[in-house]
């Protein structure tokens, strides 16, 4: 009984499955995108792409990146519009990186910002030490927790 319901579901499944890459006009072979290798996105939120803008370049692209390693005085203007997608300075241009840079580091550390008003009560040492003496009266989590550290006949941490 339980064999026959088994392969019925899988059944089932298989010719749902079927069904919906006809009614998607698919011939029966579906193409994944292969996930596992990094992808180029372009958004001002991903300054720095895990992969490069092009691919496979061509003998004219080469040539291009080989005469770029040297001073990029000596390149003409149009041939320094053409390096840029390949660099991916698009992407990667001041502006966009610095306000960021500048928003981590203050968060890291823990600037008050002034777009998110003063930082909670909730933050100071007094409140931070009445809520661990609470939860230890209270004997929150007396196993492995916060309790289970506390010496209640010292009154102390134990050691």
């Known amino acids: 009984m339980l064999a026959s319901r088994a392969f019925s579901l899988i059944g089932r499944r298989a010719l749902s499955t079927s069904i919906c890459l006809r009614a998607h006009g698919h011939a029966g072979v579906v193409k ?85 008003g003063p930082i909670p009560h909730t933050f100071s040492d007094e409140w931070l030490s009445m809520q661990t003496k609470r939860m230890l009266d209270m004997r929150i989590n007396p196993v492995e927790g916060i309790s289970s550290q506390w010496d209640y006949e010292k009154n102390e941490w134990k050691k």
């Not at 991903?46 to 691919?55: D, G, N, Q």
């Open 32 to 116: 994944a995108e292969d996930f596992s290798h990094p992808a180029y996105v372009d958004r001002r939120d991903v300054p720095l792409p895990e992969a490069a803008f092009v691919k496979e370049l061509s003998a004219q692209q080469k040539a291009l990146k080989e005469k770029e390693k040297a001073s990029w005085t000596a390149l003409s203007v149009d041939e320094k519009v053409e390096c840029k997608p390949l660099n991916n300075l698009t992407a990667t241009n001041w502006k966009d990186v610095l306000p960021s840079l500048l928003f981590h580091t203050a968060i890291s550390f823990g600037l008050p910002l002034a777009m998110y």
